[in-house]
């Protein structure tokens, strides 16, 4: 077999296990799951205001609730199932960042508390919170000096 021949069979075999993905359907089922995190999310903020708290921490108790709500669907194997109809819909808002963080818990609990949950809890998580800690502050720092150079 020569060369080509094996280009070209490799090349139909990449072809033929390769998933196609719809664009347009792609982008429909992360609008409307996404929108229907905002409703969700709306809907807690107007209770709790209604329950007579102030904006702030009416908004405070709504990403708790949203951040429960993708937990709870973690601890149940469900959150993996809507993320893969839905896409960026649920992993944009802070319903994914609560699952990067509960999937590892899920996942290392029968290991134990301490070297299953307590270890593996921010290994996905982990990095995005390091980084964002150190960039916030570098920009932070680049800020501080600005002001001290302008002033």
């Not at 609008?31 to 007579?52: D, E, H, K, P, S």
């Not at 609560?98 to 508390?113: D, I, L, Q, R, T």
């Amino acid at each position: 077999m020569t060369k080509q021949e094996q280009d070209k069979k490799y090349n139909d075999y990449v072809k033929q296990v390769t998933p196609t993905h719809n664009i347009w359907l792609n982008l429909f089922r992360a609008y409307w799951t996404g929108g229907t995190v905002c409703i969700i999310g709306q809907f807690l903020l107007n209770r709790f205001q209604q329950a007579g708290m102030e904006k702030e921490a009416a908004g405070a108790w709504m990403l708790i609730g949203l951040i429960a709500l993708s937990v709870v669907l973690t601890m149940f194997h469900q959150f993996g199932t809507i993320t893969k109809y839905a896409g960026a819909g649920v992993l944009v808002p802070i319903t994914g960042f609560a699952n990067s963080v509960a999937a590892p818990a899920a996942e290392f609990a029968p290991e134990g508390e301490v070297y299953g949950k307590g270890v593996q809890i921010f290994s996905i998580a982990g990095p995005v919170i390091l980084y964002g800690v150190l960039s916030s502050w570098g920009l932070g720092l680049i800020y501080w000096i600005w002001k001290l150079v302008m002033a």
